[in-house]
């Protein structure tokens, strides 16, 4: 087996967000990992909007999983520190920014009461068309899974 220089390794590591898990459920091709608390959520700065340092039970579903992984085995898992901005952004940011800028602008037409709920209602198709997206999504927010020693 090739040795891998560690300056590779850790140029990999610092490109990628990683989350320690346990498997919780395997069916087919997929694999559930329950997450456990992460110190890595210390250190980001987007912690205060992510949501995932604060919630208690979480859960990611991984596809197409090439390794042999057992029940309650303890892994790794990694996503690209790119798509997690954007993933934050599709989720957080620009949902806010959608909200704003309909509100501004309503209420330049409308009275401040109609600008807020109007400002409300364009949210319910941007969240409708991301769900629909849901399948492009998980093809394109790869998560990779990674045996951890028990040691």
Not at 18 to 24: F, K, L, N, R
Not at 79 to 103: E, H, N, Q
């Amino acid at each position: 087996m090739e040795d891998i220089p560690t300056d590779r390794i850790t140029a990999i590591a610092r490109s990628m967000v990683q989350h320690d898990g346990i498997v919780s459920k395997i069916s087919n091709n997929k694999v559930t990992v329950a997450l456990k608390g992460n110190i890595n959520c210390d250190a980001c700065n987007a912690k205060a909007i992510c949501g995932a340092s604060e919630a208690s039970t979480k859960e990611i579903e991984v596809q197409d999983v090439s390794q042999s992984l057992g029940l309650n085995e303890n892994v790794t898992v990694l996503l690209k520190k790119s798509l997690a901005l954007r993933a934050v952004f599709l989720a957080y940011v620009f949902p806010f920014m959608l909200l704003l800028s309909t509100l501004l602008i309503a209420s330049y037409y409308y009275e401040e009461w109609v600008a807020g709920l109007l400002a409300l209602v364009v949210l319910i198709p941007y969240f409708i068309i991301l769900y629909a997206l849901r399948n492009t999504f998980k093809k394109e927010f790869k998560i990779s899974i990674l045996k951890t020693s028990n040691l």
